[in-house]
């Protein structure tokens, strides 16, 4: 039988919370993240301001509003974890594709720029995960 590790948080937004402001206050605003993503190019921002976005993803993952341009940023994370292997401060411990994942949810739950998504299909999985993994307190704030 595997023992799990302890949880980080005690519960997800709690977790969010405090990994948000961490994660951003390790992240000079480089823009190597940004450089290395694929998707940049595939959305249009190459010619974007590289620290004025980084700076809004760290905004974001404080909770706090951002740009267009950050926001769009987030909405097309795939996740490539290109972000992670050029970032110069993992060494720090920034988890550059942790902060956008972060920031990516702060956009969505608390500065509200992101909308959800309306996929029919998606959305009733993801309410039967949550009721296995989240608290009651948990499960009447996000479901």
């Not at 977790?15 to 998707?39: I, K, N, Q, V």
Request: hydrophobic content about 40%; some cysteine; overall charge positive.
């Amino acid at each position: 039988m595997s023992i799990l590790p302890p949880a980080r948080a005690d519960s997800t937004e709690a977790y969010l919370e405090a990994s948000g402001p961490r994660l951003a206050d390790l992240c000079t605003s480089c823009g190597a993240c940004f450089d290395a993503c694929p998707m940049v190019d595939h959305i249009d921002l190459r010619k974007s301001d590289v620290r004025e976005v980084t700076a809004d993803i760290r905004r974001l993952a404080r909770g706090e509003p951002a740009g267009p341009a950050a926001v769009s940023w987030v909405a097309a994370c795939t996740k490539s974890g290109r972000c992670r292997s050029a970032c110069p401060e993992q060494t720090s411990g920034l988890d550059a594709m942790l902060l956008i994942r972060i920031a990516k949810q702060r956009a969505l739950n608390v500065t509200h720029q992101l909308a959800s998504k309306k996929d029919q299909k998606t959305f009733p999985r993801v309410k039967t995960f949550a009721r296995l993994q989240l608290t009651d307190e948990e499960l009447a704030k996000w479901l």
